[in-house]
């Protein structure tokens, strides 16, 4: 008598292996391929037309005249380097907790470009202070956040590679980048905390009173999307240079261990 053939159960992924295949380089590889080109159409069709909106066609304002026009690289840049950090801090958290080396990778390959936005905001921010407020600086709460936000920039940058383990630079840079997303906050409700210089928002889903005219909101859309798209393609292809260089140094390490 023969037994019933009973059939075998499909493995089921846990959830830990279905984390862990987001975050390996074959699927990124995948999903960058499609990503940079629509970044690059993005960028190539917003950024002239942005520009052509911010500095020819958009009209200026009736208090700050032509100088309003800094506003469509200013905003957009400072935008930029908010969500890059705060994108920093959670990958950080991910590296801390799920070890996962892409998110490390991101981390890495994040800051110098969130530090390069950071400083044409700051930049920028000086250059529009200047005739608004009469002086190149002030110690606004706004723009002394941010100036702190900078720094925090260049030292995870330079605790990456402080080690000569990359592993331990990642975490060491990952502990940083999470005590430094508590100024996030400060940054963003700074004007409305301690009502300083700098002006509130002139975007704002709560406040409805708060609003930017549509003609100044186009280019400033438009250049909005101009740089994140520029950020998105540096960013994954420093991330695509970070996975051949670690593949490098294994395919190095096996030789040298295979002599030995």
Partial sequence: MTMPHTPARKKTASPAASLWHWFTPTYFRAVSGRVTPIALVLLLVTLPTGLAYAFFLSPPDYLQGETVRIMYIHVPSAWLALALYGAIAVASG?????????????ATAASPVGACFTAIALISGSLWGKPTWGTYWVWDARLTSMLVLFFFYLAHSAMTQAFKQQERGQQAASILAIVGALNLPIIKWSVEWWHTLHQPESISFINPSSHIDISMLIPLGLMTVALFSYATI???????????????????YQKTRNRS
Avoid at 94 to 106: E, N, Q, R, S, W
Avoid at 234 to 252: C, D, E, G, N, Y
């Fill in 94 to 106: 991910i590296t801390l907790t799920l070890k996962l080396p892409m998110a490390g990778h991101f």
């Fill in 234 to 252: 540096v960013i994954t292809a420093r991330m695509k240079l970070a996975i051949l260089q670690q593949k490098w140094q294994s395919l190095l």
